[in-house]
């Protein structure tokens, strides 16, 4: 029987309909939802990041604002812009876009974002509390991971879930998600030795290591459910021998959706949940800050 496919862009558009809703209680009885994102020099990759988020705040009424500072800002400065804007009672939510210049570290400046405007939760004060399953603001990576699990039907408790990769801002997250929700969890990386037979075991499989299609059917246990968290550009040609630009996961799909139960498409899978999760994230945010002034 052929894999379900884990359709992120449909579940996406579900719960961007939710937070719709959901912001538009909040701003008429509190006032306005208000997410800033800080964008520090010209990645282009962070600016089309920034123009997405853009729009799907405004389909969810949420007010975003960009915040733009030179390539040649330093690390001092950043940290007073961030300060600026947890200061503000107005700025319900902060985004640091990445990857930020060479000369400013980032973990210094996400460590810097009030942990309850931490709406990508990726300060490390919210990493931590992760540990303990009472996070204020939960990784919007992990949180879409377990969301396509969760709509893949398989039940995680008790589940052999196996995550290849251990990044701080993706996979350590995940696989402790999984931990706190009694998972057995294997954390794999690049250290790792026969990295097949430990994923052959993974009733969950987790992929996000950043390597276009690394992950065969061989590396899959029939009957998995495979979370796809790479996103890569691959150079291929078409059918008239045209070289052309392509997005591809860690998976390699084609191989892969025979054997598994469910697999996550790339791109359709954990992308634009990522983005819907990071928007439920933001009303969750305003809520708590509302909660604290209480």
């Known amino acids: 029987m052929p894999a379900k496919i884990l359709d992120g862009k449909a579940y996406a558009a579900e719960i961007r309909n939710e937070v719709h809703r959901q912001v538009a209680h909040f701003t008429t009885h509190h006032g306005p939802i208000r997410l800033c994102a800080v964008l520090?020099?010209?990645?282009?990759a962070g600016?089309?990041?920034?123009?997405?988020?853009?729009?799907r705040c405004v389909q969810t009424g949420v007010h975003y604002e960009l915040v733009e500072l030179p390539e040649t800002t330093t690390q001092a400065e950043l940290l007073v812009e961030i300060d600026r804007l947890n200061a503000e009672p107005e700025v319900t939510g902060i985004i640091l876009q990445l990857p930020l210049p060479e000369h400013i570290d980032p973990a210094a400046a996400q460590y810097r974002i009030d942990p309850y405007k931490d709406v990508?939760?990726?300060?490390?004060?919210?990493?931590?509390?992760l540990f303990y399953g009472v996070p204020i603001i939960a990784p919007c990576t992990a949180l879409a991971v377990n969301e396509l699990i969760r709509r893949s039907g398989t039940t995680v408790r008790g589940a052999r879930a196996v995550v290849v990769g251990q990044s701080r801002i993706a996979g350590r997250p995940i696989a402790m998600f999984l931990t706190t929700q009694m998972a057995t969890v294997t954390?794999?990386?690049?250290?790792?030795?026969?990295l097949e037979a430990h994923t052959r075991q993974a009733d969950i499989l987790v992929i996000a290591i950043g390597k276009p299609r690394a992950i065969g059917a061989e590396y899959v246990k029939p009957g998995a459910v495979v979370i796809d968290v790479g996103i890569n550009s691959v150079a291929e040609r078409d059918a008239d021998g045209k070289e052309v630009r392509r997005t591809v996961g860690d998976v390699d799909f084609e191989a892969v959706s025979p054997v598994a139960a469910a697999i996550s498409p790339v791109p359709g899978g954990v992308g634009p949940l990522t983005v819907a999760t990071l928007l439920r994230n933001t009303v969750e945010a305003a809520r708590k800050q509302l909660d604290r002034q209480i």
């Open 40 to 44: 520090v020099g010209s990645d282009e």
């Open 47 to 55: 600016r089309l990041y920034a123009r997405w988020q853009r729009k």
């Open 120 to 129: 990508e939760g990726v300060n490390p004060a919210n990493i931590g509390m």
């Open 187 to 194: 954390a794999c990386h690049i250290e790792t030795r026969e």
